[in-house]
């Protein structure tokens, strides 16, 4: 292939200049990425402060009735604690 080229070189049309990783408009990406965050950051701010200060004043509450916890029928006995490893050559 030769490197002739019938026309008059024009830079935007010339082959030999062409360079496949240099985009015109690259920042369109760039602003649907932060427009999306953007909607998300409003839209978890009204989620988070929508309604009145009034109507968030309830407490948890204890429940009703007492639980009353049984102990088992048959107890297993303790385990004795280890004792501790002694060396005879002291």
Do not use: C, H, W
């Amino acid at each position: 292939m030769s490197d002739y080229i019938p026309n008059p070189p024009n830079p935007e049309r010339d082959p030999r200049n062409y360079d496949r990783y240099y985009e015109d408009n690259s920042g369109k990406g760039v602003t649907l990425v932060v427009g999306i965050l953007v909607a998300i950051a409003l839209a978890a701010g009204l989620m988070f402060f929508a309604g009145s200060p009034n109507e968030r004043t309830d407490q948890a509450q204890l429940p009703a009735q007492e639980r009353t916890i049984t102990p088992p029928a048959n107890p297993a006995p303790a385990t004795p604690p280890a004792r501790p490893a002694t060396n005879p050559q002291q």
